[in-house]
């Protein structure tokens, strides 16, 4: 990688943030070089480059940083719009549609999911609840509409904005399933969002990509923990 063109991306293997990032420049084939970040001591870098929310994922090019993962993505699409294929539709129409699933996914999904972390009991069941009744509303409004006929993806042959967007949300349900002890995603009630999203999963650059189930189970329990208050001893 020459100093002329360098990428640098701070992030944490947790953050689905970071990895919409990731997998971005990975589809576009940008080399770049990956500084994993800890969340309790945050480099000199991180808030060198990120002074303002002093979080991940920061994009460095050519030393200059890029916050924020939607505004990276924009950045990454224009910037390297010859690289590989796009990650979003050139028609105007079909990037505001896009954009508009990906805003639901990210603040109807995964505030969703972070809601039944933060609760149990029945407040927890309404809230999966809630996670499934949106899948549903991206099954009937979004997917039979935006996933053309033959094509695994929603951006075609290869995956883009909204299927990104949609694997670093729920790419570990079957780790969510088991964490909850509730299902999330019903084959028979949301078959193509179910098909759509093994898809995903199955996808070379995200099989690569993904930790451990043990791993993920571990930083749950870690973050439900925090969530919730501990239990009065006597």
Avoid at 58 to 65: A, D, F, I, Q, T
Avoid at 69 to 97: C, H, M, T
Wanted: glycine letters at 6%.
């Amino acid at each position: 990688m020459t100093e002329e063109n360098k990428v640098v991306l701070y992030g944490l293997w947790a953050s689905p943030f970071v990895k919409r990032v990731e997998l971005a420049l990975k589809i576009k084939a940008i080399p770049f070089e990956y500084v994993e970040e800890d969340f309790l001591n945050k480099s000199p870098e991180l808030l060198k480059f990120n002074p303002v929310y002093k979080k991940v994922p920061v994009l460095v090019h050519n030393g200059r940083p890029i916050c924020e993962s939607a505004i990276i993505f924009e950045y990454i699409e224009e910037v390297w719009n010859n690289n590989g294929p796009p990650l979003l539709p050139q028609d105007p129409y079909k990037r505001s549609q896009i954009r508009f699933w990906a805003d639901f996914v990210q603040n109807q999904l995964f505030d969703g999911l972070l809601l039944a972390m933060k609760t149990e009991g029945e407040a927890q069941e309404k809230a999966i609840k809630e996670v499934k009744e949106k899948l549903k509303v991206i099954e009937e409004q979004g997917l039979k509409s935006l996933l053309a006929e033959g094509s695994p993806f929603v951006n075609g042959d290869e995956l883009g904005y909204l299927d990104i967007g949609m694997l670093t949300v729920l790419g570990r349900y079957k780790i969510y399933e088991e964490f909850f002890g509730m299902k999330i995603m019903e084959e028979e009630e949301i078959p193509i969002v179910f098909s759509w999203l093994n898809r995903l999963i199955e996808h070379p650059i995200a099989k690569e990509g993904a930790p451990p189930k043990e791993k993920v189970l571990g930083l749950l329990h870690i973050v439900r923990r925090r969530f919730l208050p501990s239990p009065v001893t006597a």
